[in-house]
């Protein structure tokens, strides 16, 4: 059995384009979460009748910490019972959400990672971790952040992901 | 002129699920309360201890040892301040 420490996964792969947007509008947070839950329901990466689930385990986690990280960028991300592999969704606002970011500034870009509640054969934890630090590499590029309040669509942000996984 | 103050100082990660997005955020809140810049060093890497993006890059896991070096006038209280953090687990009960 390979050990998933030794392999190196492409995150960038599992980003669709339906489910990466460049039109968020939501004028609060809370409006965001559900356009967030939303998008990722229409892109049919979710059930339908899991967008108030989401957007309920969305709120629940900014409740405990704000997932503003700073430089613009929140990364909402939350376990959810009714996914069984990790679901991916990417967001540009152009016009920016209050979030209490730790630096007080509004969020712009957005990563969304919905991920199951427990470890199976279609979830291993540790690669959640990478995940992580993945987006966190990522959110760090100031010229990734300004690509992705540029790009025009949903398939330029996939390609923009593609391309800086490549770097 | 004197230099600034410096301070160092070690944790050692202890709570089952490391540094993930929680305890970041709760380290850099505490550190931004202070004036001092800070560096957190683990593993050979190394992160603004005021950005949670760079904390998230050091993966610390369980067990993990975080190095904090500060500078500044309140070098010693921000190094003691963040160390305490990390041994009592982020108050995290899992």
Same mark, same amino acid.
Not at chain 1, 8 to 33: H, M, N
């Given at each position: ?14 980003? =669709? #384009? ?7 509008? $939501? ?20 059930? =339908?009748?899991?967008? !108030? ?22 990364? #909402? ?6 996914? =069984? ?9 152009? =016009?920016?959400?209050?979030?209490? !970011? ?7 870009? *957005? ?14 934890? +540790? ?5 992580? %630090? ?9 010229? *990734?952040?300004? *690509?992705?309040?540029? !790009? %025009? ?15 | ?27 850099? +809140?505490?550190?931004?309360?202070? %004036? ?7 593993? &050979? ?17 369980? &067990?993990?040892?975080?190095? *904090? %070096? $500060?500078?500044?006038?309140?070098? #010693? ?18």
């Amino acid at each position: 059995m390979l050990s998933p420490e030794r392999t190196r996964i492409d995150f960038s792969q599992q980003y =669709k #384009p339906a489910a990466c947007s460049v039109s968020l509008s $939501a004028g609060t947070k809370e409006e965001c979460l559900r356009e967030l839950a939303q998008l990722l329901v229409d892109a049919e990466q979710l059930p =339908k009748r899991q967008v !108030a689930p989401l957007q309920a385990a969305f709120l629940e986690r900014e409740r405990v910490a704000s997932t503003g990280v700073g430089a613009g960028v929140a990364i #909402p991300h939350v376990k959810l019972g009714a996914v =069984k592999e990790t679901v991916l969704g990417f967001g540009v606002h152009k =016009k920016g959400v209050e979030w209490s !970011a730790v630096d007080g500034e509004p969020a712009h870009i *957005f990563f969304v990672v919905v991920r199951p509640a427990a470890a199976s054969g279609l979830h291993d934890p +540790r690669r959640h971790l990478e995940l992580m %630090q993945w987006i966190a590499h990522l959110a760090r590029v100031q010229d *990734f952040r300004r *690509f992705a309040l540029a !790009a %025009q669509s949903g398939k330029e942000l996939v390609e923009l992901l593609r391309e800086m996984a490549q770097a | 002129m004197t230099d600034p103050e410096k301070a160092q100082g070690s944790a050692i990660v202890v709570n089952s699920r490391g540094m993930h997005a929680r305890p970041c955020h709760a380290l850099v +809140r505490i550190a931004l309360g202070f %004036q001092g810049d800070v560096v957190v060093a683990c593993a &050979g890497r190394r992160a603004n201890a005021k950005s949670i993006l760079d904390l998230m890059t050091l993966s610390a896991g369980h &067990g993990s040892r975080l190095e *904090f %070096q $500060a500078s500044g006038p309140d070098a #010693p209280a921000l190094v003691r301040s963040l160390v305490g953090l990390v041994e009592s687990g982020f108050q995290e009960t899992d």
